[in-house]
């Protein structure tokens, strides 16, 4: 808009342009993608930070870093202030830490510390603590953190024993996901390996913050792999990668129940799949679930005023191997990350039935793992 038509929109209906200014400005955000940079079909140097808007679906790249080895999950802390990254890399496996400048998106890099574990696939964080997911490790990290973004080295250092029914993927413990309980009392751990969720006590002040407090057994062969918290923190939304269902269950004092289970895949068809990643939207009237290998799709859910689930939808991901997803934030639309495909494709959502339609707008982006909104800070 020229300035002329800007000044003379603004003289003759004064009162439009604080609106339209303010739906411009609530339609910017940042997205951070996690990649792996051990792709055989493109070049990738780790992290990627795009200015977005939800309106055009336009996208700038606005900083990416260099030579991060695989930093397929990142997670901000709670300040938004900093950034840490899981490098997956087998026995040299690390966490890094940056420096974030929101305005610029810029990533400086503060620390880097080896974990003790394999290949570490999910990370939380707090103000105390780096909590790490380390699934060829079978095993769970602790760092401290202080003000500069500057990490300790690992504190506590807890190592599972177990397998499943699955001869290749569950000939031992892989622990595949940490995640704080809606009150912080509590760090849930998914044991795909096992089929085993481990809930545990959290003291952040404590220098062995993680305290063994029970664990819940899923269907055997099942493969616990990531979990969503009502706000409530009444209730688990689980996704189990290797049998390919949902998971609704109750959570009480750090007790686990089971009470409800819906399939993501149809009884009367057989391929190849691996459940990946699940979010609830902002009011948690819908919840979302992808799937990778054949199924390569993304299942709608309604949660119900009693928060069970009644699925309504189930549409191709429109790329391969759908890995995470997020939910902007005017929850109007929905970026999943197709590792395969190497692209972050755009789908719309109605608020009032929840069912996606996809735009044909994507992000290129070279193996694409993991992407959050810096705005919601996931």
Same mark, same amino acid.
């Given at each position: 808009?020229?300035?002329?038509? !800007? ?5 003759? @209906? ?45 996208? $700038? ?21 900093? +950034? ?9 496996? &690390? ?8 305005? &610029?998106?810029?990533?400086? @890099? ?34 401290? !953190?202080? *003000? ?7 504190? $506590? ?30 760090? +849930? ?18 220098? #062995? ?5 029970? #664990? ?18 009444? +209730?688990?939304? +689980? ?21 409800? =289970? =819906? ?20 009011? =948690? ?21 009693? *928060? ?14 759908? !890995? ?14 197709? $590792? ?8 719309? !959502? ?24 810096? =705005?919601?800070?996931?």
């Amino acid at each position: 808009m020229t300035v002329d038509a !800007r000044n003379g929109f603004r003289f003759r @209906k004064s009162f439009i342009i604080p609106i339209l200014f303010m739906a411009s400005l609530s339609a910017q955000n940042k997205i951070i993608v996690g990649t792996y940079t051990n792709s055989k079909d493109c070049n990738s140097g780790g992290i990627y930070v795009f200015d977005f808007d939800e309106n055009t679906y336009d996208y $700038q790249l606005k900083f990416h870093t260099d030579n991060i080895i695989n930093p397929s999950f990142v997670s901000l802390s709670p300040d938004r202030n900093n +950034l840490f990254a899981v490098n997956e890399n087998g026995d040299k496996s &690390t966490v890094t830490a940056f420096k974030m400048d929101g305005a &610029t998106g810029t990533l400086t @890099k503060t620390d880097e510390k080896p974990t003790k574990g394999e290949d570490p696939c999910f990370l939380i964080t707090d103000q105390d603590n780096i909590i790490v997911a380390n699934y060829s490790g079978g095993s769970i990290n602790v760092f401290k !953190r202080s *003000g500069d973004a500057q990490l300790s080295e690992v504190v $506590q250092n807890i190592t599972f024993s177990g397998k499943g029914h699955h001869p290749e993927r569950q000939e031992k413990s892989h622990i595949h996901q940490v995640q704080f309980s809606q009150d912080h009392q509590y760090v +849930l751990a998914t044991d795909l390996g096992s089929d085993k969720i481990y809930v545990f006590k959290y003291n952040p002040s404590d220098r #062995e913050p993680l305290e063994k407090f029970g #664990e819940f057994d899923t269907k055997k062969g099942s493969g616990p792999r990531h979990v969503a918290f009502n706000k409530k923190g009444n +209730l688990i939304y +689980l996704v189990q990668e290797l049998s390919g269902d949902l998971s609704v269950l109750s959570f009480e004092n750090g007790n686990l129940k089971l009470i409800q =289970e =819906e399939t993501l895949i149809s009884r009367n068809v057989h391929f190849k799949f691996r459940a990946a990643d699940v979010h609830l939207t902002d009011k =948690e009237d819908f919840l979302y679930v992808t799937n990778r290998d054949d199924a390569d799709d993304i299942t709608t859910f309604k949660i119900l005023d009693n *928060g069970l689930v009644q699925k309504v939808q189930q549409i191709k991901t429109t790329g391969r191997n759908p !890995r995470n997803f997020a939910i902007s934030p005017n929850n109007r639309l929905v970026l999943i990350a197709n $590792q395969d495909t190497n692209r972050i494709n755009i789908f719309t !959502r109605d608020a009032q039935s929840g069912k996606l339609t996809a735009t044909r707008h994507s992000i290129p982006v070279c193996a694409p793992v993991n992407v959050i909104f810096y =705005e919601k800070g996931q």
